[in-house]
C-alpha cells in the first residue's frame, strides 16, 4: 500500500498562474483533508471531503478550490496563485467512525509551493 | 473559533534528558486529542486521547490528558538524536472530521 500520495513534490509559480495539486488514497478511506502548514503555523485546514460527493470549507479556504473526484483521489486548484500562497501542503485521509483510533489522519509527503 | 496552543516553542536538549512538551485547547465539542511527530516531512502519529488519566505510552513516550483543565502533556524520557522533530498535537470536534493544531514544539536533542 502506497498510502496517501501527492503530486507534485515541488512547484514554482508566477503570480496568477494556476495549479491543481493532486491527492490519492488506497487505504479505502472516507474522508480526506488538505492543509497548508506555514512556518510556526502548525497545519491550517483548507478544505475537507467527509465522503464522496461532499467538500467544506476549512479554517482557510480561500483562493482554493477542491474536487473530490472519488472515493480515492482529493484534488485542490489554485485559480491565481498569490505570494501569501506559498506553503508546504499536505493531503490527508482517515476513515470516520464512532469509536476507536477512526480519527487518526495519514498524511501524504506534501507539496512544497512558492509562488513568485 | 477551536484553538489549540503548544508550549514551549522549541526546545534544545541533551541526549539522556526528559522533556515535557505541552498541549492547551479550546476545541468544540471535543472529542479526543492527537499527537503527531513531523521530521522532514509528513506527520506520523504518535498518539490518540480521549479519556482523561488515562496514560498512553510507548516505549520511552507517553502522554496524558487533563479534560476538566483541557490540556495534554507528552513526555520523552532518555531523549535520543533521533527524537529531534516537530511535535504537533491537534484536537479532534465530536463529529471526528475536524481537526485543530497547534503551532507545535520544535525539539532539538544534542548528542
Known amino acids: 500500500n502506497a498510502g496517501v500520495t501527492q503530486t507534485p513534490k515541488f512547484q514554482v509559480l508566477k503570480t496568477g498562474q494556476s495549479m491543481t495539486l493532486q491527492c490519492a488514497q488506497d487505504?479505502?478511506?472516507?474522508?480526506m483533508y488538505w492543509y497548508r502548514q506555514d512556518p510556526g503555523m502548525g497545519l491550517r485546514l483548507i478544505y475537507y471531503?467527509?465522503?464522496?460527493?461532499?467538500?467544506d470549507k476549512g479554517e482557510v479556504p480561500n483562493g482554493y478550490n477542491v474536487s473530490r473526484l472519488n472515493k480515492r483521489e482529493f484534488s485542490l486548484r489554485l485559480e491565481s496563485a498569490a505570494p501569501s500562497q506559498t506553503s508546504v501542503y499536505f493531503c490527508?485521509?482517515?476513515?470516520?467512525?464512532?469509536?476507536?483510533?477512526?480519527?487518526?489522519?495519514?498524511f501524504g509527503p506534501g507539496t512544497r509551493l512558492t509562488v513568485l | 473559533e477551536d484553538k489549540v496552543v503548544q508550549s514551549p516553542l522549541s526546545l534544545v536538549v541533551h541526549e539522556g534528558d526528559t522533556v515535557t512538551l505541552n498541549c492547551s485547547y479550546e476545541?468544540?465539542?471535543?472529542?479526543?486529542l492527537l499527537w503527531y511527530k513531523q521530521e522532514k516531512k509528513a506527520p506520523t502519529f504518535l498518539f490518540m486521547l480521549?479519556?482523561?488519566?488515562i496514560e498512553k505510552k510507548s516505549g520511552r513516550l507517553s502522554s496524558i490528558l487533563d479534560k476538566k483543565e483541557l490540556f495534554s502533556i507528552l513526555n520523552i524520557t532518555a531523549t535520543q538524536t533521533g527524537d529531534s522533530a516537530v511535535y504537533l498535537c491537534?484536537?479532534?470536534?465530536?463529529?471526528?472530521?475536524?481537526?485543530?493544531f497547534g503551532g507545535g514544539t520544535r525539539l532539538m536533542v544534542k548528542p
Open positions: 490527508a485521509s482517515s476513515q470516520i467512525k464512532t469509536s476507536g483510533r477512526a480519527n487518526e489522519q495519514f
Open positions: 487505504m479505502n478511506h472516507n474522508s
Open positions: 471531503s467527509a465522503s464522496e460527493g461532499t467538500t
Open positions: 476545541v468544540t465539542n471535543f472529542r479526543s
Open positions: 480521549t479519556s482523561s488519566g
Open positions: 491537534a484536537g479532534v470536534n465530536n463529529a471526528g472530521n475536524m481537526l485543530t
